[in-house]
């Protein structure tokens, strides 16, 4: 097997990859603050979100044929000068229109990049060591997101929102400047051929499934509004169609076999009911502090920082737990702890003390890092490797689609919420009964995240660990 520099190679990944993530949620804490400086609605600020989350989704799909068609260095410089470029231009926004082109090229950048950084890990490491490495990927993604709320909170209490990004730049610089010096192509180029038709059904499907449950998400009239309903169902029509042309063709730009994988199954909806527990929660939560509860971004920042960091920073141990003794002893045990304090989440009110809210909030990263890397890693470690770029293409894409199922679900429960306790209030405007709503609306989307997450354990039960054959791994390389 090619010997790599794989510290020099994961690092430039793991910056890029973690100044990708952080700004994603940054700007979820600065979204009231645009609202003002924009002029715009809740509906529209949305939208950097949606927009966000919809370029991944389209993009995601294509991340099999891309790491076929182009070397690693290739998609690294290219995602990278993406990033940069949007990264640049978020900074330098004075309107809402060129942030959400800023945006937009931040997903194209991050799009490229995660599965490039999953591919990497499945052809550099050996599956004995997959799980350590995994568990800095995990990291990243899960670290990354939640220091961003605490970041942003202290840069918009103190500077602009500007520096949400300038902030970022230099990173992304840097990240750059180590990638071009160590990352080596790690994966061939074999140029398949690239199905028109295929690109263009998966756009309509992903593209349309995702934007459907964004916009359901965003206004008052949800699932009566005809955009919402029509364009879910030409999503998933045209999915039935892109999955009837990935069987048929011999080259496929998403290969459907690796659902012919049991683990890789289990593994992929333990990562997607994950996703959907954190999105809902990462957006409810906060929301909740600042409106409900009136506290300052800043103090709900730093509220969430500490079972984040604590995420983090277990996600690497998980890794190395899962390596030394499979994945049924970390993920069971990590959903029972998910489903505990989610139960306990979903009574909290506006009396609730912030030390209660923070060490639920511990319990409940604690708990979903002890199931989404090893759950993960488990799945991917039972396709052969040619089927690598596909399993990671189709976790991540799937993964767009749940979080936006995931926010949109919860933003419709918590509206429908607080429009019903508004609705028998006898004071609807006044700000205590205003605060009363929210957390009624908040309540009912954490005992959503609860059932998601029953369900999830239910299916924990079927997980195995996957014993890979080295003697298909070594005629390989």
């Known amino acids: 097997m090619k010997q790599y520099n794989t510290r020099a190679i994961m690092a430039s990944l793991l910056i890029c990859g973690f100044v990708g993530m952080f700004s994603e949620t940054a700007l979820n804490i600065a979204i009231s603050n645009l609202m003002d400086v924009f002029q715009i609605s809740a509906a529209t600020a949305q939208w950097l979100t ?82 350590a490495a995994m568990g800095f990927v995990g990291l990243v993604i899960m670290f990354a997101p939640a220091t961003g709320p605490t970041v942003a909170g202290i840069l918009i ?34 140029k398949p051929r690239i199905d028109l038709l295929s690109v263009i059904l998966s756009t309509i499907g992903f593209g349309g499934v995702v934007f459907g449950f964004s916009k359901a998400g965003e206004g008052t009239d949800g699932w009566n509004n005809p955009v919402v309903v029509t364009s879910i169902v030409v999503g998933l029509i045209a999915l039935v169609l892109f999955t009837l042309r990935q069987k048929a063709m011999r080259e496929p730009m998403m290969d459907l076999r690796v659902f012919k994988y049991p683990m890789y199954n289990v593994g992929m909806l333990l990562v997607l009911s994950c996703m959907m527990i954190i999105l809902s929660s990462m957006i409810i939560l906060p929301m909740f502090l600042q409106n409900g509860m009136k506290l300052s971004a800043f103090t709900t920042g730093l509220m969430l ?47 609730s003390s912030i030390a209660f809210i923070v060490s639920l909030h511990i319990g409940l990263m604690i708990g979903i890092s002890m199931v989404w890397m090893p759950a993960q890693t488990n ?52 700000n205590t009964e205003v605060a009363n709503a929210m957390m009624f609306g908040s309540q009912h ?29 070594n005629s390989m390389h």
Do not use: C
């Open 305 to 351: 920082l500490p079972g984040s960091a604590l995420n983090g920073i277990l996600s690497p141990r998980m890794g190395r737990l899962f390596d030394r003794y499979g994945p049924k002893w970390l993920v069971i045990p990590g959903l029972v702890i998910v489903a505990i304090t989610l139960w306990f989440f979903s009574s909290i009110s506006t009396a």
């Open 445 to 473: 989307v954490f005992l959503f995240t609860l059932v998601v997450t029953l369900i999830g354990l239910a299916m924990a039960f079927f997980i195995r660990r996957v014993i890979v054959n080295h003697a298909t791994m």
């Open 157 to 190: 209490e103190y500077l602009t929102w500007h520096y949400i990004f300038w902030l970022s730049l230099p990173f992304l610089v840097i990240g750059l400047l180590v990638g071009l010096k160590y990352l080596e192509n790690v994966t061939e180029v074999t």
């Open 50 to 131: 949606t927009g966000f989350l919809l370029t991944l989704g389209i993009l995601m799909p294509m991340t099999g044929l891309l790491l076929q068609w182009f070397t690693t260095r290739q998609l690294f410089i290219g995602s990278l000068a993406s990033s940069i470029v949007g990264t640049l231009i978020a900074a330098l926004a004075f309107n809402f229109e060129i942030l959400i082109v800023a945006r937009i090229l931040q997903a194209i950048g991050m799009g490229l990049l995660i599965p490039l950084m999953f591919n990497t890990i499945l052809v550099v490491y050996p599956p004995e060591k997959r799980g």
């Open 379 to 430: 799945g991917l470690n039972q396709l052969p490797p040619e089927l690598y770029p596909h399993g990671t293409a189709v976790i991540n894409t799937l993964q767009q689609v749940a979080g936006a199922i995931g926010t949109a679900v919860a933003i419709i429960i918590l509206t429908s919420g607080m429009e019903k306790y508004l609705h028998n209030s006898p004071a609807p405007t006044e």
